[in-house]
């Protein structure tokens, strides 16, 4: 599994990814990273291992030095994330969850048509994060190359871009894994869970659907791609990976783990 969060703000929102990304560490246990931006000091990416040591622990000195208005963070089970992509489209960084089952496929495709070369993890598998940049640079915007990724998938996969003015969002296109906005005086943020942002001061604004591709600025968000009304979410999360204060789809986790619960007791009392 994995999780992510982000935020874009008037003001600095280090602290708030910062925090926000680490309420997601009960979805990963293997890497966790954050990159931001800010005019002064550009890009700024740190990845760490959380293997043997929690996220907050990991990045507590790091966030006192990075600077920004935007940031994004991620918490992983595989691929270190986020990771940075120069293309025709620019500078950005990307992170994504999922599971993308057709990657050495896909790799093979790409690089028979010319892309030089993909970073790769010691074990020698393809970042994730890298294969979807890859996909989205064979087109001429992101909206286009998102959906170009997202066709050329097999799997389940949510994926996030940050640029130097604004994060684009992405729901996978069979809503398996929520995205949801929320929204604060000073800007919006995105995140996996809602009680993340919830405990940042953030209240619950919009929902991505299905296949939609939304831009979050610290002025609002904007649908570039509308998605659809499937509803095939990961009924796992309810039951095992997610917080009992999560929601999902309306539906409160610990709520839904206590009727599971109940039910299941009332059928070995049945006669």
């Known amino acids: 599994m994995g999780g992510f969060f982000g935020a874009v703000s008037a003001n600095d929102c280090i602290q708030d990814v910062f925090f926000g990304t680490d309420y997601h560490s009960h979805l990963g246990t293997r890497r966790g990273g954050m990159t931001s931006f800010s005019p002064e000091l550009g890009f700024q990416r ?30 992983s089970d595989t691929d270190p994330q986020p990771i940075m992509v120069r293309s ?56 286009d190359g998102i959906r170009y990724a997202q066709d050329k998938i097999e799997g389940t996969m949510s994926l996030v871009i940050m640029t130097d003015k604004a994060i ?5 296109k069979d809503g398996r894994l929520p995205i949801i906005i929320g929204q604060r005086s000073d800007g919006y943020c995105f995140s996996f869970e809602s009680f993340a942002y919830q405990k940042l001061g953030y209240s619950t604004c919009h929902e991505l659907k299905a296949g939609e591709i939304t831009e979050i600025t610290k002025d609002g968000y904007n649908i570039l791609s509308e998605g659809t009304d499937k509803k095939k979410i990961c009924t796992f999360l309810w039951t095992y990976y997610g917080y009992p204060t999560a929601c999902y789809e309306g539906v409160n986790v610990e709520l839904m783990r206590t009727r599971n619960g109940r039910e299941r007791y009332e059928k070995r009392q049945a006669p």
Do not use: W
Not at 103 to 127: H, P, V, W
Not at 168 to 172: C, K, N, T, V
């Open 88 to 143: 025709k489209l620019g500078l950005y960084a990307v992170c994504s969850i999922g599971v993308i089952q057709n990657a050495a496929k896909l790799a093979d495709e790409l690089l028979e048509k010319g892309c030089a070369n993909f970073e790769t993890m010691s074990s020698g598998a393809i970042n994730s994060a890298g294969l979807i940049g890859a996909l989205i640079a064979q087109k001429d915007s992101f909206v």
């Open 168 to 172: 684009i969002a992405a729901r996978d």
């Open 46 to 75: 740190n990845i760490h291992s959380i293997e043997n040591s929690p996220f907050r622990t990991k990045f507590e000195k790091d966030v006192d030095k990075m600077r920004g208005n935007i940031c994004i963070g991620c918490i």
